[in-house]
């Protein structure tokens, strides 16, 4: 699989331990020009310089910046072929006691910011492309103190349908990855104390925990047009067949 000439942009990747950082390692192996951004502008230079990208700052909370961060990549590389959202956090708490304060950050990130991540990486494609969303199986299995985080990220994979209607006479696609319980940065809090193969596992039936190469190999599938190109408007289970039982 080669992805030579082509220019990827992916937003999340300013962690240390995260899918955006794999994905943005493992597209750049498999030979893209990578465009990658975050919050974090010294942790975007580090990267940037161990995979030979460009590290580009931006705030999904504000619509300028994402603009911002396509102009920029097309000036750099002079296209964008395939774009990528790894970008979010994990906001929670009981439904009883949610405030519109704590609502509306996960909101303005996870499903305003998404949206028009699909508007600004969509309108600097000009010869078709491929958009993947990093998603979250808990879009689909809820759990206690998750309504706000899987509610926007439930909304955000339903766009992705209504995304490849309108854009699929362009040759531009849009898939999402749904993750399964994977250990992050976001996550770490919760791979804490107990075992957490004890906990989790008898959760999945493939046996093993996912990793963030498992999410970063299926978002290379999904960008090489060569191997996922009639793959369009879906969502795509990475989580070791978690998706047929429940939440831990």
């Known amino acids: 699989m080669s992805l030579e000439g082509k ?20 597209l750049a192996k498999n030979g893209a020009n990578v465009v990658i951004s975050g919050r974090r502008q010294h942790l975007l230079d580090a990267l940037a310089e161990e995979i030979g990208g460009i590290g580009i700052r931006c705030d999904m909370n504000d619509e300028s910046s994402i603009e911002a961060l396509f102009a920029g990549a ?30 509306q950050p996960t909101l303005d990130v996870s499903f305003i910011g998404a949206l028009l991540f699909f508007r600004y990486a969509a309108g600097a494609m000009t010869d ?7 998603s979250s ?16 990220r439930a909304g955000i994979d339903y ?9 699929g006479p362009q040759k531009i696609r849009f898939n999402s990855i749904a993750a399964g319980l994977i250990q992050t940065d976001m996550t770490d809090a919760m791979f804490t104390g107990s075992d957490p193969e004890t906990r ?21 599938w999904l960008a090489d047009c060569e191997t996922s190109g009639f793959i369009n408007g879906q969502l795509i289970d990475v989580s070791g067949g978690q998706q047929n039982g429940k939440l831990p």
């Open 7 to 26: 220019t990827a942009v992916i937003v999340g990747a300013s962690g240390k331990h995260n899918f955006g950082v794999s994905t943005a390692r493992l």
């Open 74 to 103: 097309k000036a750099h590389t002079g296209r964008v072929d395939i774009a990528i959202n790894s970008a979010g956090g994990l906001a929670g708490g009981p439904i009883s006691t949610l405030t519109r304060d704590q609502i």
């Open 128 to 134: 078709g492309g491929s958009v993947i969303t990093i």
């Open 137 to 152: 199986l808990t879009a689909r299995l809820p759990g206690p103190g998750l309504a706000v985080y899987a509610a926007a």
């Open 159 to 167: 766009a992705i349908k209504v995304a490849a209607l309108e854009y």
């Open 200 to 220: 989790f596992l008898p959760h999945i039936p493939l046996g093993r925990m996912g990793t963030t190469d498992d999410i970063a190999e299926t978002a290379l």
